[in-house]
């Protein structure tokens, strides 16, 4: 406790900022979880799923992009509270009866959860700008892959957690058990969030929402297909077709995605030692181009295995773990670059827009997963995968070649 007051009351903030952070995470990728397997225990179509998820993602595109103009008038405590809110709201909406878990109800439902998401994201992201000095790149860079790193093993352990809890509680249960958790953390986090962190000094003007530098406009159509190519196949092609294809029950399913997510995680907090920090040196647009590329060929290389009617246990989980190494460290070092390009002052605009190109590309994916899956099967989601992964490495290529501490 002792060490806790020593720390400054900016630091202090941001712990909880991340605390909150990671809570959410929890109820995040169990939710996710849980609207997948249930509604296709129910015979939804991966097409009318993938929909379930539809204003999940548009409304993620909004929020990040009014989300950033927000966070910098009235600062990221205030944000970060207003995502936790909602999401509580969010759980509660699907404890209804069975009757009336529509898929309009449903959507509704997860539109309030992504806005949640994305204003959480967008508060701890931006917040780790303002504590470490613009002469300590290796630092920020450091600090982002664990933030990203230790957020996604959280989101596996929400996979997890989401198919456990659907086969002990149901599908009501679940949620409500979870809607009850996060309120509480909710309500300690308006106690503990005092500080107006990450409030811009002069006020924004809402047309300021989109950015005018080149290199983060660069940099975000890069993330786009970045993550349009994993969750064209991941998000809801790749559950489906462990639970119908493999015959994989809930807990298997969920316990499978639970543990790629949770190595995904770790293989991101450890991304600086792979990309050169180990030689003293920060990576730029050079590095990010050489990463996206080397990615492009595993979704390529899994669809050509399947095709050739090699062993699908060994093709697809295989080319599964390797593509989630190399997504890690991509998404990693997305991460630095985005915070270390963005301006101190204000920095949750540019976080923002950086983070609604990213939200985009869910979007994109996730329609995607679902429409490509059942019209055409799991292979031609890999080939598209690999048609945008070579698309964000091409647009990577216009990123400046060097580091921001090279530039500096």
């Keep these: 406790m002792q060490a806790l007051k020593n720390l400054s009351p900016d630091i202090r903030q941001y712990l909880v900022v991340t605390g909150n952070y990671w809570a959410f995470t929890l109820t995040d990728g169990a939710l996710r979880m849980l609207v997948v397997l249930h509604f296709h225990s129910l015979g939804y179509s991966p097409l009318q799923i993938a929909a379930l998820f539809l204003f999940y993602e548009i409304f993620g595109v909004i929020t990040n992009l009014v989300g950033g103009y927000l966070g910098a008038r009235i600062g990221l405590n205030r944000t970060m509270n207003i995502g936790l809110a909602l999401q509580v709201i969010a759980l509660l909406m699907l404890t209804v009866p069975a009757a009336w878990l529509t898929v309009v109800w449903v959507m509704a439902a997860q539109a309030l959860s992504g806005v949640a998401k994305d204003l959480n994201k967008m508060s701890a992201k931006s917040s780790i700008k303002l504590l470490v000095p613009d002469n300590q790149q290796s630092q920020l860079y450091h600090w982002v892959a664990v933030l990203t790193g230790s957020k996604n093993a959280l989101k596996g352990v929400g996979f997890f957690l989401g198919g456990g809890l659907l086969a002990l509680l149901g599908f009501a249960g679940a949620v409500l058990a979870m809607a009850l958790v996060l309120g509480l953390v909710w309500l300690a986090s308006l106690f503990l969030l005092k500080r107006d962190l990450g409030k811009a000094r002069a006020k924004p003007k809402f047309r300021e929402i989109l950015s005018k530098s080149r290199q983060i406009n660069i940099l975000s159509a890069a993330r786009m297909f970045l993550f349009a190519a994993r969750d064209v196949w991941f998000v809801i092609a790749l559950p489906v077709y462990l639970s119908s294809v493999f015959g994989w029950d809930f807990w298997l399913v969920g316990g499978f995605m639970a543990v790629w997510v949770i190595g995904y995680g770790v ?81 949750s605009l540019d976080v923002g827009f950086y983070y609604m190109s990213n939200a985009l590309g869910r979007l994109l994916g996730t329609v995607l997963s679902g429409w490509v899956y059942q019209a055409y099967g799991l292979e031609a989601c890999l080939w598209v995968s690999a048609a945008f992964l070579l698309s964000a490495t091409l647009i990577s290529l216009a990123l400046p070649r060097a580091s921001v501490q090279d530039q500096a």
């Design 267 to 347: 293989v991101q907090s450890q991304a600086p030692a792979f990309t050169g920090k180990r030689s003293g040196r920060v990576p730029g647009g050079l590095a990010a181009s050489a990463w996206a590329g080397a990615l492009a060929l595993l979704p390529a290389a899994i669809a050509l295995g399947l095709w050739q009617g090699a062993n699908p246990y060994v093709v697809l989980l295989g080319g599964l773990l390797v593509f989630g190494v190399l997504f890690a460290v991509n998404s990693s070092l997305h991460s630095y670059l985005i915070v270390s390009y963005a301006k101190a002052d204000g920095v």
